[in-house]
């Protein structure tokens, strides 16, 4: 059960695209299209951004969009904004019914 | 609303026990695994134990194996985790979380408590 690998900080001006990384292995993300993102203001609980790779739950904003190819997955926010500001986490559902989170990737807005 | 609130959370010492409980409202709370993720302070979040709709299957991350247990009451729509010898690093806040869809338990979570915070120290 290691932990999925993402970048610990990416940052990006107003107006600006910016993606997030989140390297698995095989178990995980290369072997299962159950992929989620997370976003977390401090103090905040998590708010489900996208699940199963590329889908966005009724309510969060289509510039946030998804993606993977083999191992790694990829969350793009575009037309970033102020309020994107915040900590972001993948998951991926593993071999032998378990689920593994990444790191967190800190989102700056310059 | 769909909604969360967990209790339970304080203080214990390291070899301690301690129950966290999740009250569910606003779905059909037999319908759904439900599963407990856990976020030590500063850190990222961790997946801790989930528990299938009707209560016979549950799944636990190593870290906790043998000393957490994950349970559910249908007919009083509440989530459990028995926690017992307790050490420092499960530190954190607990939070319950509801999965997206009732097929798949481990898949993603739409509504997540506010969270529980568990401190382990003497």
């Known amino acids: 059960q290691s932990a999925l690998t993402q970048p610990a900080s990416v940052s990006g001006s107003p107006g600006q695209s910016i993606t997030i990384s989140c390297t698995g292995t095989s178990s995980d993300v290369g072997g299962h299209n159950v992929v989620s993102w997370y976003q977390q203001h401090p103090g905040k609980a998590p708010k489900l951004m996208i699940y199963?790779?590329?889908k966005r739950p009724s309510g969060v904003s289509n510039r946030f969009s998804g993606s993977k190819s083999g191992n790694t997955a990829s969350l793009t926010i575009s037309g970033l904004q102020a309020e994107d500001e915040a900590d972001y986490y993948c998951?991926?559902?593993?071999?032998?019914?378990?689920?593994?989170f990444g790191g967190g990737t800190k989102v700056t807005v310059l | 609303e769909v909604q969360l609130l967990e209790s339970g959370g304080g203080l214990v010492q390291p070899g301690g026990s301690l129950r966290l409980s999740c009250a569910a409202s606003?779905?059909?709370?037999?319908?759904?695994?439900m599963t407990w993720v856990r976020q030590a302070p500063g850190k990222g979040l961790e997946w801790v134990s989930t528990?299938?709709?009707?209560?016979?299957?549950?799944y636990n991350a190593d870290s906790v194996k043998g000393r957490f247990t994950i349970s559910r009451d249908n007919s009083k729509n509440t989530l459990s985790l028995q926690m017992t010898s307790l050490r420092a690093e499960d530190t954190a806040v607990y939070y319950c979380?509801?999965?997206?869809?009732?097929?798949?338990?481990?898949?993603?979570?739409?509504?997540w408590g506010q969270g529980t915070m568990v401190t382990v120290s003497s």
């Open positions: 998951s991926s559902y593993a071999s032998s019914s378990t689920l593994v």
């Open positions: 199963e790779v590329n």
């Open positions: 979380a509801k999965p997206v869809s009732v097929a798949n338990g481990l898949d993603a979570f739409d509504i």
């Open positions: 606003g779905f059909t709370f037999s319908s759904y695994a």
């Open positions: 528990i299938s709709g009707t209560g016979d299957r549950t």
